[in-house]
């Protein structure tokens, strides 16, 4: 509000003289905490938004040990060491012996996944994976100490997986690592390909029409196959489709204003730190949770519905507003919102220039 009164009252030149200023103070300052890494961290400890980050960072560790102390599964654990082993599985040349340092955790996260019978139901793919590479895992390796150890406690879980899987392993496919059939051409073009990616625009005016909850799930599953750093997919898609939560949602980015009113629904991207033990993986989240945004939003656009990116930015007042509104825990994080609806024929979009190819690119 202060902000709008000064802006309205002082003369242009006056602004733009204070605007010269404060850049060359802003210089001035940071040519002195740029020089090292602790005059850096000395400019920051103040910063409301990395403060955040830290808390949200150790919680994040705090509820993966949490997560594997009381067998609350640790879906991330079991995920992340069954990936590790289709990597060796299908590594050329292929080693005898390999993952002696994670075999017995992944089998005792693969045990304790199977003893959370109230979640067995909706997770039976993803540990009959597990039960798949686990088994020709075994089945390749060589005798070694930690590999015969938990190759026994497998076999002694066999029963109880495959009475519990025993649908899922009726079905011939098997999850393990296959070699793609390249002989037949991929159903797209690379023209028709471009042509969708031309045709995606975020689009800020839609039709007053309901989104069909089918469609959107239908998106959602081409986003899933979208890369994630070793299939730990830490993210989750928060969808509101109710009027009132729309509005509410909508209101709480910056850049929104004047034409949030009239999204039919919008989707929360919610990054989640518990996937991960070591810092250094802080910024995972971010990185997955975008591969699946723009997976999912060119699958909007084949299904007839468009799409708009929307910012988050790292706002501490606007962070606590979200925060409050999608109940969120301490190591969740806001990665992006998504509107979503059948787009106006009669709305624009921006032309939006793309930078060139050739500003893009360097090779080696």
């Known amino acids: 509000m202060l902000k709008k009164v000064i802006k309205n009252s002082v003369p242009d030149e006056l602004l733009y003289f204070a605007k010269s200023a404060t850049k060359k103070i802003n210089i001035f300052w940071l040519k002195i905490f740029t020089q090292n890494r602790a005059l850096s961290s000395l400019f920051f400890l103040s910063e409301k938004a990395f403060i955040r980050e830290k808390?949200?960072?150790l919680k994040g560790r705090l509820n993966y040990l949490l997560g594997d102390q009381n067998h609350l599964l640790n879906r991330s654990l079991l995920r992340r060491n069954v990936h590790r082993l289709e990597k060796g599985l299908l590594m050329k040349p292929r080693k005898s012996i390999f993952a002696t340092a994670y075999i017995c955790e992944t089998v005792t996260a693969f045990k304790n996944n199977l003893e959370c019978s109230s979640q067995i139901e909706e997770r039976k793919s993803e540990l009959k994976w597990a039960y798949d590479v686990l088994t020709d895992y075994f089945s390749v390796v060589e005798s070694q100490p930690q590999i015969d150890k938990?190759?026994?406690?497998?076999?002694?879980?066999k029963p109880k997986a495959e009475n519990i899987l025993k649908s899922s392993l009726e079905t011939k496919e098997r999850a393990v690592p296959y070699l793609r059939n390249l002989n037949t051409p991929a159903s797209v073009s690379y023209e028709d390909f471009l042509s969708l990616t031309i045709r995606r625009r975020s689009v800020r005016w839609y039709l007053p029409r309901s989104v069909p909850r089918d469609l959107i799930d239908k998106a959602l599953i081409a986003a899933s196959f979208s890369p994630s750093a070793c299939n730990r997919q830490p993210f989750k898609f928060r969808i509101f489709d109710q009027?009132?939560?729309?509005?509410?949602?909508?209101?709480?980015?910056?850049?929104?204003?004047?034409?949030?009113q009239n999204f039919p629904a919008i989707v929360v991207i919610v990054g989640q730190l518990r996937h991960f033990l070591s810092s250094r993986d802080r910024h995972v989240i971010?990185?997955?949770?975008?591969?699946?945004?723009m997976s999912f939003m060119l699958a909007l656009e084949t299904l007839g519905l468009s799409s708009c990116p929307i910012n988050w930015p790292d706002v501490e007042s606007r962070e606590k507003k979200m925060e409050k509104l999608l109940n969120l825990e301490e190591d969740e994080r806001v990665i992006m919102l998504i509107a979503v609806g059948y787009p106006d024929p009669n709305g624009m979009v921006a032309f939006s220039q793309k930078k060139s190819l050739q500003d893009l690119r360097t090779y080696n």
Do not use: C, H, W
Not at 243 to 260: D, K, M
Not at 288 to 293: E, P, V
């Open 150 to 157: 938990s190759k026994e406690i497998f076999r002694s879980l």
């Open 243 to 260: 009027a009132e939560y729309v509005s509410q949602v909508a209101s709480l980015p910056v850049g929104t204003n004047g034409f949030s």
């Open 286 to 293: 971010y990185i997955d949770a975008s591969l699946a945004a």
């Open 55 to 57: 808390n949200a960072v």
